[in-house]
């Protein structure tokens, strides 16, 4: 089970990184930056005035307002609900965004069908009146009911939009001011791309993956069986054959342990110093050939001789890792898992494809054996 602490930490630093390249992110002029579950990183924002508008556009897209009339649009229809949890389906908000044409999302993921974003740009095309509400539901730092809310609205072809916090799933806070949308488009990755006066637009995913790709589910279960293990230290970024160049050893025990537990090692081992034979016994689940002597043999790591331990407090640094599935092949008991590094804004991929290969054994475990770059 996934280390709550550890999805903290990298929910902090995934917010310390979009700040300046992700979704929503900018630097003191963009709307709320959204986590990779679409939670709000705070429920109130100091957001300035939209700039002038671009040289042509008119005035009523400079200084929008929502306009006062029934939404218009094809209401929310629940495509997957069995992905939502009892208490949001009873919420009083989710009650609310199903009788809107609304795309409704839980901890980044859209259960709803895509038609209300078909018919809200359609509206933009034909310069009629329509909206679209997009309601992302998750749970926050602290497990608590959390909602990053987006009000986009067609007048008569302007474009704009709001946004606005839940107090849990109860109420709403809708942000009295509107900001104009200079163009709208659906990708091929189900994202919103949006061009708006800030310099990070905030890009909402809002078509699942289960619509656009046939094997989504298999794809899911691999990257979160396969990938996210070790997804922060070895994946994405080089390629190995080995869990000494996959990255620091204590880095990789770290991650393993976080996905494994429901704490810490620190909490565990109640300090800074860590047993080597525990560690050793935890690799030694994901990779072969791992021994003491890996980690007293690294320049990297703090080792103590006489006690067996290493001395770790943490603070790696970096940024999030925005990795997805796109092929798998498998022949015996090898399995290969072609993925990519994508844009958190876009989902458009970057870089290199890579090839995750493992051996997988008859008691269901698994060992890593190479990453390679395929192209």
Not at 71 to 79: E, H, L, Q, R, T
Request: glycine share 10%.
């Amino acid at each position: 089970m996934r280390n709550r602490v550890l999805g903290l930490m990298t929910a902090l630093l995934l917010i310390a990184s979009l700040a300046a390249c992700g979704s929503g992110g900018g630097k003191g002029s963009t709307p709320p930056s959204m986590a990779s579950g679409g939670a709000p990183v705070g429920e109130q924002s100091s957001r300035p005035a939209p700039e002038e508008a671009p040289s042509g556009e008119s005035p009523s897209q400079a200084d929008p307002q929502a306009p006062a009339r029934e939404p218009a649009g094809s209401p929310a229809v629940i495509d997957y609900p069995e992905l939502a949890p009892q208490e949001l389906a009873e919420s009083p908000l989710y009650r609310e965004a199903l009788e809107r044409p609304s795309v409704i999302i839980w901890d980044g993921e859209p259960l709803t069908n895509a038609q209300p974003v078909k018919d809200f740009l359609a509206a933009v095309e034909q310069k009629k009146d329509g909206d679209l509400y997009i309601y992302s539901f998750s749970w926050d730092y602290f497990d608590r009911p959390s909602l990053y809310y987006q009000h986009f609205f067609c007048d008569a072809g302007d474009v704009a939009y709001r946004y606005g916090a839940g107090e849990g799933w109860n109420s709403l806070n809708e942000d009295d001011q509107s900001y104009p949308v200079y163009s709208c488009t659906l990708n091929e990755y189900g994202y919103l791309i949006l061009k708006d006066d800030f310099t990070e637009p905030n890009n909402p995913r809002v078509v699942n993956d289960r619509a656009l790709y046939s094997d989504a589910e298999e794809r899911q279960r691999l990257y979160h069986t396969y990938i996210v293990p070790i997804a922060y230290t070895a994946m994405g970024n080089s390629a190995w054959s080995s869990a000494k160049e996959a990255g620091n050893l204590v880095w990789l025990f770290e991650e393993i342990y976080g996905y494994e537990n429901d704490d810490t090692p620190w909490d565990h081992f109640g300090g800074s110093d860590w047993p080597v034979d525990e560690m050793v016994e935890t690799l030694s689940r994901y990779f072969d050939d791992i021994s003491a002597s890996d980690f007293s043999s690294s320049r990297k790591i703090d080792y103590n001789a006489q006690t067996g331990t290493v001395h770790y407090e943490g603070g790696r640094g970096g940024g999030p890792k925005c990795l997805r599935v796109v092929g798998h092949a498998q022949e015996g008991d090898r399995l290969a898992i072609d993925y990519v590094n994508y844009n958190y804004a876009t989902g458009v991929p970057e870089g290199d494809t890579y090839r995750l290969t493992v051996r997988l054994l008859e008691d269901g475990s698994f060992r890593y054996l190479t990453n390679e770059v395929i192209k």
